[in-house]
């Protein structure tokens, strides 16, 4: 009962991070973007090369700020 309670609680915690942030893969790192809104979409969205346009094009990765991240990678 134990291991399952343990399993549930981490469960969750993989379910509200995928609820509340953006998980963005660039050439060089992983950047992490706070989303505007609880869903699931765009929880992981590769930025490498020229996927990185994507970033420019998608409304709810321009209101969570991705825009901004770029700049601060020197984009």
Do not use: Q, W
């Amino acid at each position: 009962m134990k291991k399952i309670l343990i399993v549930f609680i981490v469960g969750c915690g993989f379910v509200f991070g995928a609820l509340n942030y953006h998980f963005i893969l660039t050439d060089k790192s992983i950047k992490i973007l706070k989303k505007a809104d609880l869903t699931f979409d765009n929880t992981f969205v590769d930025a490498r090369g020229a996927k990185e346009l994507k970033l420019y094009f998608n409304p709810a990765l321009i209101k969570a700020g991705a825009k901004d991240l770029l700049k601060d990678v020197g984009k």
